[in-house]
């Protein structure tokens, strides 16, 4: 085990026990997790974030087009 | 019904995983899909604080961030691949055009 994985375990384990000593600090409110239906996440997506998802869009088409440019076969 | 806690503990541990996984392998599709365990970390913390708190808002910002991480793995795999025709590795010791 080099020295740069002793370091990064170090970092990791003192991660963890940061996030979860906090959460065990936390006191959290009353509440259980409730089921949100699918109709719902739906009505919002296109509702509330019509504008996101649109772009959202964008960024999937143009992610593509950049992996097939990046990956295409060079023509000799 | 489970409480909050067992959730974002696990996405701590998802997290921790994926960092762990991020900083110490010299493999990039390894190195990549441990970024993704981190992605999936925080989409848990997410969804489960949007069904704590009973809004939506979480699980739709859940659904972005999983059509944000698609885009960030076709981009990424496509510069591993170039890598590999260009270098002929993807062994991240080797791969230092980018450092100063």
Redesign the interface.
């Known amino acids: 085990m080099n020295r740069?994985?002793i370091a990064?375990?170090i970092?990791?384990?003192g991660?963890?026990v940061i996030?979860?000593g906090s959460?065990?600090v936390v006191n959290?409110h009353a509440?259980?997790?409730?089921?949100?239906g699918t109709e719902?996440?739906g009505n919002?997506?296109f509702d509330?974030?019509g504008f996101?998802?649109l772009v959202?869009g964008l960024?999937?088409f143009?992610?593509?087009l950049?992996?097939?440019?990046?990956?295409k076969e060079d023509e000799k | 019904m489970i409480p909050i806690e067992y959730f974002l503990a696990l996405s701590a541990i998802l997290f921790a995983l994926g960092a762990y996984g991020a900083l110490t392998r010299r493999n990039t599709i390894v190195v990549l899909m441990s970024i993704e365990i981190m992605l999936n970390a925080a989409n848990i913390n997410f969804v489960a604080f949007s069904s704590f708190f009973n809004d939506v808002s979480g699980q739709v910002f859940a659904l972005f961030s999983i059509a944000v991480a698609a885009a960030e793995v076709a981009v990424g795999l496509a510069i591993l691949l170039n890598l590999l025709k260009t270098r002929e590795t993807i062994d991240l010791e080797e791969i230092n055009i980018l450092r100063w």
């Open positions: 740069h994985t990064s375990i970092a990791v384990a991660l963890l996030v979860l959460l065990l959290w509440g259980d997790i409730s089921q949100i719902k996440v919002a997506v509330d974030y996101t998802f959202i960024v999937m143009t992610a593509m950049g992996g097939v440019f990046l990956a």
